[in-house]
């Protein structure tokens, strides 16, 4: 079982290596893919509180997802963590 640290980061991450959903300083591999302490949190919350089907989007699903935008739209943001690989099993 792997246990999340605050402030540990991994050997096997590159120096400032980026999460894959935003970009933001990734800390380590979370749901299968490397991610921000911001992105691991929204992906957590968003299944095991089942909020996905309430996401909506004002711009046709296609907003941007990065370290300035990644709060402006949690459909798109949601949608990009599952794109990328992330997985609660």
Do not use: W
């Not at 911001?38 to 909020?51: A, D, E, P, S």
């Not at 309430?54 to 949690?74: A, G, M, P, V």
């Amino acid at each position: 079982k792997i246990i999340s640290v605050p402030g540990y980061v991994p050997s096997y991450l590159e120096k400032d290596e980026p999460c894959v959903v935003c970009g933001d300083k990734a800390t380590g591999y979370h749901y299968r893919c490397i991610t921000c302490e911001g992105c691991k949190g929204f992906f957590r919350r968003t299944i095991q509180k089942n909020l996905h089907p309430s996401y909506s989007c004002k711009y046709d699903s296609c907003c941007i997802i990065d370290k300035i935008t990644r709060n402006q739209c949690q459909l798109c943001r949601f949608k990009k963590c599952i794109s990328v690989g992330m997985a609660m099993d």
